[in-house]
């Protein structure tokens, strides 16, 4: 597996640290920014108002983290084996197609009259064409963005989808009780469509991807699994991505959580908004005043920043101390821009789409199956006691990876290595 191209490519940005005027300065990035930004607040709305509405009706911490869950788990199955199209077709195409797939779908769900079972089939289909998109979107990212502008635009990306996070969370219950869900759906629908519009317009065309890598392997949801699986950096980069299933535990169970402190729909989106706060000050911080060799070698200390916070939990602490201890535990999260920029720069370009479909898929799977464990222990032992064993066992698995993680960036491989400060280079 060979990296020179993408080192190549990247070496004449890597010695200075990229503004964020470096990266707001190319208009394609603003777009790809600005048609995330719209299509994630729609989103937002959609998924509050799903959480909130269901423990409403049913009181049960399980079925709560399950709805919440099924926004995840459709995207186990789908999201690797579409991932591959990122890399077999042209990824601006790739973006647009989905979007305007997504747009009908979700507009039917608004329908008053759509049976049970239907609404299911269409939320399937929209939560599986998700990762085929985000692909595309993070493997244009760094020919759109060389050097170090990639770690910042990778961390405004962070940013943006956690303050989507915040503003949905927070205004979520009040714009609910404005809007009824049908109409919310429609708001999210639409938002597909400007997406569309604006990647259709101010997106540059690019050909696919060399195709020759990837079809001599196979199909491509293996091709992107055997990527990673070959390079031990990748995969301890991929890992931390997937300790993200510890640490956002208490989104699933903000619900039940706020009822055991016998609090409201305020609160709700409080716990829900708090550790994205602490993300959205944190992720711009470390990528603007740490230096790109020393951001990696920080990765793994972050990370179980991220997930020891929890762990406060078993105290029953108040509202407000809990609050706090979610957004320290975001500034921690902030190290998945850190893993995010390095895994793809990292990445041959013919097989990016395809490793980040695996990564990704990887992480949606992880959360799901989270939100699934964590609501039915909630419902045995209450949310406070779950959340707390999360952290602790997140922390614990932070502990093993940052050991290895310390490993695999001293040793050289046999295989050259893109020239990403602080990790090991072969020969050029």
Same mark, same amino acid.
């Given at each position: ?129 998700? &990762? ?6 993070? *493997? +244009? %990212?760094? $020919?759109? #963005?060389?050097?170090?502008?990639? /770690? @910042? ?22 714009? &609910? ?6 109409? *919310? +759906? %429609?708001? $999210?629908? #639409?938002?597909?469509?400007?997406? /569309? @519009? ?30 990673? *699986? ?43 908004? *708090? ?154």
């Amino acid at each position: 597996m060979h990296h020179d191209s993408i080192g190549c490519r990247v070496s004449s940005d890597l010695g200075r640290q990229a503004s964020f005027r470096d990266v707001f300065g190319v208009g394609e990035f603003r777009v790809l920014w600005a048609a995330q930004a719209i299509s994630l607040l729609g989103n937002q709305l959609a998924q509050v108002a799903l959480s909130i509405l269901v423990y409403h009706r049913t009181h049960s911490a399980f079925l709560t983290a399950l709805a919440y869950a099924l926004t995840y788990l459709p995207q186990i199955i789908g999201g690797p084996v579409l991932s591959g199209l990122a890399d077999r077709f042209p990824r601006r195409t790739v973006m647009i197609g989905f979007d305007l797939l997504r747009l009908p779908l979700v507009a039917a769900m608004a329908i008053p009259a759509m049976p049970f079972w239907a609404l299911c089939v269409l939320v399937t289909g929209t939560t599986v064409s998700a &990762v085929p998109f985000t692909a595309a979107r993070s *493997a +244009l %990212l760094p $020919d759109v #963005l060389p050097g170090d502008r990639l /770690a @910042l635009g990778s961390a405004i990306g962070n940013v943006t989808d956690q303050f989507s996070q915040v503003i949905g969370f927070t205004t979520g219950a009040l714009i &609910v009780t404005w809007l009824d869900p049908y109409r *919310a +759906l %429609l708001l $999210d629908a #639409l938002t597909f469509a400007v997406s /569309a @519009l604006l990647v259709a317009g101010w997106v540059s065309r690019r050909p696919a991807p060399a195709r020759e890598r990837a079809d001599d392997r196979g199909s491509r949801a293996i091709a992107g699994m055997r990527l990673v *699986a070959q390079d031990p950096v990748l995969r301890c980069l991929v890992l931390f991505g997937w300790l993200g299933g510890f640490y956002v535990l208490p989104e699933a169970l903000a619900a039940p959580y706020a009822h055991a402190l016998r609090q409201g729909p305020v609160a709700i989106g409080l716990l829900m908004a *708090a550790m994205p706060v602490g993300t959205i000050v944190g992720a711009p911080v470390l990528v603007r005043l740490i230096p790109p060799g020393r951001r990696l070698a920080l990765l793994g200390w972050l990370a179980m920043l991220a997930c020891v916070p929890l762990t406060g939990s078993a105290a029953r602490p108040p509202l407000a101390v809990m609050l706090a201890l979610l957004a320290v535990a975001g500034v921690g999260s902030g190290y998945q821009v850190i893993a995010a920029a390095a895994f793809l720069q990292r990445l041959p370009d013919s097989g990016r789409g395809a490793a980040f479909g695996f990564a990704a898929s990887g992480v949606l799977a992880v959360q799901g199956l989270g939100f699934l464990a964590g609501g039915a222990a909630a419902q045995a032992i209450g949310p406070q006691a779950v959340v707390a064993i999360a952290g602790a066992a997140g922390f614990g698995a932070a502990a093993t990876l940052t050991v290895a993680w310390a490993r695999v960036r001293t040793d050289r491989p046999a295989d050259s290595a893109a020239r990403i400060p602080g990790l090991p280079s072969g020969n050029a």
